[in-house]
């Protein structure tokens, strides 16, 4: 059973950075695609980040792209979004998982889901 331990959410002031992990345990990490989603509240979760299986290609959604930079560490199953210039539209609930490679819609072989991290945003 997977386990995902996400951490480094946080109260920022817009415009400042905060950086995201995503720890996961008991199954192959490295051969699964991962990103970060996250759910702002009464709207749908959504894949904002993805990084390939060998890091080599990355996906952001239009709404991140140029303000988030996806990275993992294979030796050390985890995942890391760096989150700069950030803006109130970003506050939601981030979650990582793995994502189908251009649908960037969670993989149902993948399973759980962690608690996520909150990330506000003041303006």
């Known amino acids: 059973q997977v386990q995902l331990v996400e951490s480094g959410g946080g109260l920022v002031q817009a415009g400042g950075s905060l950086r995201l992990s995503c720890a996961a345990s008991?199954?192959?990490?490295?051969?699964?695609?991962m990103g970060w989603f996250r759910q702002a509240p009464g709207k749908v979760r959504e894949c904002v980040a993805a990084?390939?299986?060998?890091?080599?290609?990355?996906y952001y959604a239009d709404s991140v792209k140029g303000r988030f930079t996806i990275s993992r560490d294979n030796a050390k199953n985890t995942v890391y979004l760096q989150m700069n210039s950030l803006r109130p539209g970003d506050t939601a609930i981030y979650f990582c998982?793995?994502?189908?490679?251009?649908?960037?819609?969670?993989?149902?072989?993948?399973?759980?889901w962690g608690q996520g991290t909150k990330v506000t945003v003041s303006s």
């Open positions: 998982n793995a994502p189908v490679w251009g649908t960037w819609l969670p993989n149902p072989t993948f399973g759980s």
């Open positions: 008991g199954r192959t990490f490295s051969s699964y695609n």
């Open positions: 990084i390939s299986v060998t890091g080599f290609n990355t």
